[in-house]
Structure formats: C-alpha cells, structure tokens
C-alpha cells in the first residue's frame, strides 16, 4: 500500500504545483493582452486627436466617462456628453497651437477586474515647445472592448 501512496501523492502534489504556475502565467499572459489592447487603444487616441478626428475621439469613450483638464485646458471635471459638442471649439486651440501628441510610455499598470488604471508619459510638440506631461487614464471594458471612462491630466514633467 505504501508504494501505491507514495507515488500517488508525489503525482497529486506535481500536478497541483503545475496547475498552480499555470495558472499565475494565464493571469499574466491575461494582462499583458490586456496591456496590449490598451497601448493599442492610445494609439488609436493618439491618432484621432492628431488628425482631428472627432467621431474617432468619442468612440474611444465611454457613455458616462469624465475628463480632467486636457484637451480642453478645462481645471474642472467634465463629463464626456459635454465634452463631447466641445471637441471642434477644442480642436480649433489644437490646431492653432500646432498641438501633436507624439511617443508615449505606459509607466503604471495595474488590472483588476473590468478596470484598468494607467499612468502614462506623453511627448508632444506645438509651435512654441516640445515637452511632456503624465496623464492618467482609467478603462472600463465595454460590451468586450475597453474603452476610457476617466482621464486626469496632471503637471507637465520637465
């Protein structure tokens, strides 16, 4: 009986060890999937407000999202509704400025749930500098897509 136990339980405890790994790389490799779709995501945000593109900028919103200060140089929450009918009169300060975003760094990520939390540097240029400042974004996945449901710019970094 003890030969039939002994090789058993070293079998149990190998495959529980295995499940175990295998599942914290599923977790893993599930965020940087996520992390993936995400950068892919700020590209798309990068490239819609470069090229001004309104119905792209609202699509990568949620219906209820809220946006601190950029780009409407707003100080005060405002919710994406109002946001929204403000995008040309924003665009308008944007393409006078000569604003581009350019390159960007996610340089804080964490997952939890259907929620993710981001920080980010962005470089951008406009007509007088070219400099960088470090939003903040949370996602909220979506009928399967993640979309922003907050962004928060802060001080720019020097």
């Not at 599930?30 to 892919?40: A, E, F, V």
């Not at 393409?95 to 259907?114: A, C, M, P, Y």
Request: hydrophobic content about 35%; overall charge neutral.
């Amino acid at each position: 009986m003890k030969k039939i136990l002994l090789p058993t339980l070293t079998i149990l405890t190998l495959l529980v060890s295995a499940a175990t790994v295998s599942a914290s790389g599923l977790e893993h490799d599930s965020d940087q999937g996520t992390r993936d779709l995400i950068k892919d995501l700020l590209y798309e945000y990068k490239d819609a407000y470069n090229l001004r593109d309104f119905d792209a900028i609202r699509s990568l919103y949620t219906k209820d999202a809220i946006i601190v200060s950029f780009p409407c140089q707003s100080k005060e929450e405002v919710l994406i509704s109002e946001f929204s009918d403000n995008i040309p009169r924003c665009a308008s300060l944007w393409v006078e400025g000569g604003f581009k975003v350019r390159l960007f760094k996610i340089t804080s990520f964490k997952k939890t749930g259907d929620k993710v939390f981001i920080r980010v540097l962005w470089d951008y240029r406009d007509n007088e500098e070219r400099g960088k400042f470090t939003p903040s974004f949370e996602f909220t996945l979506v009928d399967g897509k993640w979309k922003i449901s907050k962004e928060t710019y802060g001080r720019k970094v020097e």
